[in-house]
């Protein structure tokens, strides 16, 4: 039995990260300083899970605001308005899809699940041109491991962003943002080829859009997009992680036969009845993340979890 932790906060014991960004927003501090915060702070919190001798730490989990807008970064989804001509993304972008800027407008900002935390909706729809915009989760897995720490990156899964989405301006409430999964599959790959290039053994997908009653083409497009990603992914454990809710039967059994997926996570206390799903439906040959720490309120505590053998008799003795 080994540990992991699907997250860990990131303002700063003293929230270093809240007073950078304030002053960098001000205009007080510079673009640097803002980094040399982060930097600072990041090393401290992998030396930390490190020494508290946690097995699987995860990298890419901190932000300057949120994952997801992390993630429309990633893809190169940005609108029009804010006239980014390609290239790596910067804080001017960044920054002005979070909080808008004189010119324009910010993104939508709304609730992610049940907390009191928000995200940046991403605007999507069937002309938006997606490429790999930003290398952040390879730079931070690349700085950990410089650290001498091995860690997990960790991603918004491709199906949960999109549905995590909504039809930009001038596009149709009823647009299917599925359909764009065929075109940030190929970003995911390179990600993933740059990981497995830069050492990566391990690579985790927070679907958390698996939690919800999703209809039978929504739960299709995981098995879709998991096939398509397998063979990017051969040679590296593939962890799958849910949300803190149960986990409903038919999502279950999808998430439970995706192709290449080394194991799954699933909170234990706050999804009581996906226990007993666990102990009748888990496959064998894979890996058990069980959440085993309540994280209510989330940002008082992060999530624990223990890797269990998945030998029903050896989880449930």
């Known amino acids: 039995m080994a540990s992991h932790i699907v997250g860990y906060p990131r303002m700063g014991p003293k929230r270093e990260l809240k007073f950078a960004l304030e002053s960098f927003w001000d ?85 992610w699940f049940d907390t009191n935390y928000h995200y940046i909706v991403p605007e999507l729809g069937p002309e938006v041109s997606f490429s790999y915009a930003s290398h952040k989760a390879v730079n931070e897995y690349k700085e950990a491991k410089a650290l001498g720490v091995d860690t997990v990156p960790v991603f918004v899964g491709p199906v949960s962003y999109l549905l995590l989405s909504k039809p930009a301006k001038g596009v149709e409430k009823t647009f299917d943002l599925l359909s764009l999964l065929d075109k940030i599959l190929p970003i995911y790959k390179e990600v993933i080829a740059e990981l497995k290039a830069a050492g990566a053994t391990w690579i985790q997908f927070d679907e958390a859009t698996l939690v919800k009653d999703l209809e039978a083409h929504q739960l299709q497009a995981f098995t879709k997009a998991y096939t398509a990603l397998e063979s990017a992914c051969s040679g590296v454990n593939v962890l799958v992680a849910t949300y803190f809710a149960d986990i409903p039967a038919d999502a279950f059994k999808v998430l439970t036969t995706l192709p290449g997926v080394t194991g799954y996570t699933f909170n234990l206390v706050c999804g009581e009845k996906t226990l007993d799903l666990v102990k009748t439906s888990f496959p064998s040959g894979k890996y058990l993340f069980a959440g085993v720490v309540h994280t209510d309120p989330v940002w008082a505590l992060a999530s624990i979890h223990s890797v269990m053998s998945t030998e029903m008799g050896e989880i449930f003795m």
């Open 27 to 111: 205009g007080k501090s510079s673009a640097e300083d803002l980094q040399t915060v982060a930097v600072d702070l990041r090393s401290s919190i992998w030396k930390q899970m490190a020494a508290a001798g946690i097995k699987y730490i995860p990298s890419n989990t901190f932000s300057y605001y949120d994952q997801v807008l992390d993630t429309t970064t990633m893809l190169g989804a940005v609108p029009p308005r804010y006239n980014w001509n390609g290239g790596e993304i910067g804080f001017d972008t960044y920054f002005s899809m979070a909080r808008g800027n004189a010119s324009v407008p910010d993104m939508e900002m709304t609730k």
